[in-house]
């Protein structure tokens, strides 16, 4: 399939190259083929036409007082032509017979071409190119009248043959075909050298891009190239890389919803059990309870990110913005989880920086949904500092929001892929792996900046930037 591939991009590219050339070469050779015979013929018949005209002004000048005295002198003038070897000097009578001429063979004859009637008829000078009627030979004549008392008595003819002017002109289209053919072999050399350089890379990335779209991803092709194939290959391997990672979350995360999924329906399958058993001993009824509570609103989250995620695939995740105090619902998250991480052990300090906050554009509860989940990650992954500092603070116009923990931190080779979708790099913690996604795109929805970094001393630091007006 790809050597038939390229064949037809050889044969396309050939075609729609070479055909205009080859269609501009014929036009060349014709055009200066007619030219160079027009040239040739137009410079032979005004050589002919003034030496005639010069011949027979001088032969009229010495006049003629008889037939007699004419054949003389047309003998006399014969006699001394000097151009005979490519020249044939003929008189003609006034019965369009030669009576004398330079090749004694055609003495006698009736040429019968019409230079000779236009010259004896007319009285006009005559031209003819063409087939002699007596020989056949292709010649060129130019007869001029001969006066005698203000009438035509005789002509003055010119002959030439043709055979080496049109050898001539052969050798130069010959030439001229000759160059054109190198010309269009070096154009078809440059095409093939073009098409092996440029159409068989092509068409071998296609042929990589067709295989990475059924299902080989992650491909690479070896680049050979400094040019613009070489920076087409890259964004194919690039993006190869890209699909293959990108298939590799996907399953990571699949498999890390369905335990996501399974372990708090197994929780709550084995407590309904119990449940129903007839359990009766009210502690152990609350607990199972409580458990039940504690799964399902897990689930509950779970779904909440996936539909939240799948409106974001779909572009249908909007924003409700109204005016919202941006300060007080991020302390009210300070307070809840405050409470729930204490349970654990778990520090959480608030700085208010001192700041009264005026209500800002924005999604009262999409950001809430932020501060949760920020605070939820920092609990997971940087719990066994025991310590997480939150703060609230304004610079340029702009609300800066902070959460730190003091946990192991994220590898640095990992810190540009934390906010993509199913990415959970090394992390053994529990989740779905879009939740930060999710986070960054409500955030630059809000025309803000979602920063992940790890702090100086350790532990991760999350910075929310939001525009105080509208941006």
């Given amino acids: 399939m790809k050597k038939m591939r390229i064949q037809g991009l050889r044969k396309r590219w050939l075609v729609n190259s070479m055909g205009p050339i080859l269609l501009l ?45 004419f054949y003389q002198m047309a003998y006399s003038y014969t006699e001394a032509f000097n151009d005979k070897d490519y020249l044939e000097l003929q008189f003609i009578n006034s019965s369009g ?38 020989t056949g030979q292709n010649i060129m004549a ?30 130069n289209t010959l030439i001229s075909v000759v160059v054109a053919f190198v010309a269009l072999s070096m154009v078809y050399f440059s095409n093939m050298v073009f098409i092996k350089n440029v159409v068989e890379p ?67 399958n084995g407590w309904g059990e119990t449940l129903l058993a007839g359990e009766s001993d009210p502690e152990e009824l609350r607990r199972g309870v409580g458990i039940i509570l504690k799964e399902s609103r897990r689930l509950t989250s779970l ?3 996936l539909l939240d995620f799948s409106r974001i695939e779909d572009g249908r995740f909007t924003l409700r913005v109204e005016q919202v105090d941006v300060q007080a619902e991020f302390e009210d998250t300070i307070y809840t989880y405050q409470a729930l991480l204490q349970q654990e052990g778990i520090i959480l300090n608030y700085d ?17 949904q932020v501060f949760c989940n920020v605070l939820d990650n920092a609990s997971k992954h940087g719990g066994s500092g025991k310590r997480i500092d939150a703060s609230i603070s304004v610079s340029d116009n ?14 640095e080779e990992e810190l540009p892929y934390v906010k993509q979708k199913f990415y959970k790099g090394s992390s053994k913690a529990r989740g779905s792996g879009i939740g930060l996604a999710v986070c960054d795109e409500i955030i630059r929805l809000h ?7 790890n702090a100086e001393g350790g532990g991760t630091l999350v910075t929310i930037s939001l525009p105080m007006g509208n941006n």
């Fill in 142 to 171: 130019v007869s001029a009248p001969l006066n005698f008392n203000g009438r035509v008595v005789g002509a003055m003819r010119y002959v030439t043959s043709m055979d080496k002017v049109n050898r001539e002109l052969i050798l």
């Fill in 202 to 268: 092509v068409a071998e990335v296609t042929a990589t891009a067709k295989s990475i779209s059924g299902g080989s991803y992650g491909v690479q092709l070896v680049n050979r190239y400094q040019d613009e194939i070489g920076e087409l290959i890259d964004s194919i391997n690039d993006m190869s890389m890209k699909i293959g990672q990108s298939e590799k979350m996907k399953s990571e995360f699949i498999s890390s919803v369905s335990h996501e999924l399974r372990t708090p329906l197994t929780a709550i």
């Fill in 398 to 411: 702009r609300v800066n929001l902070t959460v730190r923990d003091y946990g192991p931190g994220i590898p």
């Fill in 447 to 453: 025309n803000g900046d979602f920063t992940i970094a």
């Fill in 97 to 134: 017979r030669i009576l004398i001429s330079t090749y004694g063979v055609t003495s006698g004859l009736t040429p019968g071409t019409p230079d000779i009637t236009d010259a004896l008829v007319d009285g006009e000078m005559g031209y003819y190119h063409g087939a002699d009627l007596a």
């Fill in 352 to 368: 208010d920086g001192g700041v009264e906050l005026a209500p800002i554009p924005g999604d009262g509860e999409r950001l809430r």
């Fill in 303 to 305: 779904v909440e990110e």
């Fill in 25 to 69: 070469m014929i036009l060349v050779v014709t055009v200066y083929s007619v030219g160079i015979a027009n040239y040739y013929y137009t410079g032979m018949r005004t050589g002919l036409e003034t030496r005639a005209k010069e011949a027979t002004d001088t032969f009229n000048t010495y006049g003629m007082g008889s037939y007699s005295e």
